[in-house]
């Protein structure tokens, strides 16, 4: 299944477009809000694991709703190494499906639906993971892409 064409500002503002990365894998991975405790340590995990990813010839891309300055500060609060892109209007969010119904003490939002999806050198999505559970995810991604090539 081709994957679905992007293009989203990191967090300098510059705009960061999946076919930028043709002739590469994307780990392309949508988490809620930056600087909160699940999505701290998704994005500890993937910058400890980025010098793998990059030899397995991957980039790994975090997207969510926070604007650049807000992923400027968790950037910088955190030392995370890998490019974050922002959302703000939900658009690529909802053409992956990570945007959509949650619940959360019994009470039912739209919300960002934390999900990564493994896409291939020529733009395919080669795997998805649409529920992530944050422990171990990015050691998982890198075993099913090493799997795969």
Same mark, same amino acid.
């Given at each position: 299944?081709?994957?679905?064409?992007?293009?989203?500002?990191?967090?300098?503002?510059?705009?960061?477009c999946?076919?930028?990365?043709?002739?590469?894998? &994307? =780990? $392309?991975?949508?988490? #809620?809000?930056?600087?909160? *405790?699940? +999505?701290t340590?998704e994005?500890?995990?993937?910058?400890?694991k980025?010098?793998?990813?990059?030899?397995?010839?991957a &980039? =790994? $891309?975090?997207?969510? #709703?926070?604007?650049?300055? *807000?992923? +400027?500060?968790?950037?910088?609060?955190?030392?995370?190494?890998?490019?974050?892109?922002?959302?703000?209007?939900?658009? &690529?969010?909802?053409?992956?499906g990570?945007?959509g119904?949650?619940?959360?003490?019994g009470?039912?939002?739209?919300?960002?639906?934390r999900?990564?999806?493994?896409?291939?050198?020529?733009?395919?999505i080669?795997?998805?993971?649409?529920?992530?559970?944050?422990?171990?995810?990015?050691?998982?991604?890198?075993?099913k892409m090493?799997?795969?090539?």
């Amino acid at each position: 299944m081709p994957a679905p064409e992007f293009c989203l500002p990191d967090e300098n503002g510059k705009e960061t477009c999946l076919k930028d990365f043709r002739g590469k894998w &994307v =780990v $392309l991975y949508f988490y #809620p809000k930056d600087d909160t *405790s699940g +999505c701290t340590v998704e994005a500890l995990q993937f910058t400890a694991k980025k010098n793998e990813f990059e030899k397995a010839g991957a &980039v =790994v $891309l975090g997207v969510s #709703p926070d604007s650049g300055k *807000s992923h +400027c500060a968790f950037i910088e609060k955190h030392s995370i190494g890998i490019t974050l892109l922002s959302d703000e209007k939900k658009e &690529v969010l909802k053409k992956y499906g990570a945007w959509g119904k949650k619940t959360m003490y019994g009470k039912e939002f739209d919300g960002v639906i934390r999900s990564t999806f493994l896409i291939s050198k020529d733009c395919k999505i080669a795997h998805a993971w649409p529920k992530v559970s944050v422990e171990g995810h990015a050691e998982e991604v890198l075993a099913k892409m090493e799997e795969l090539q």
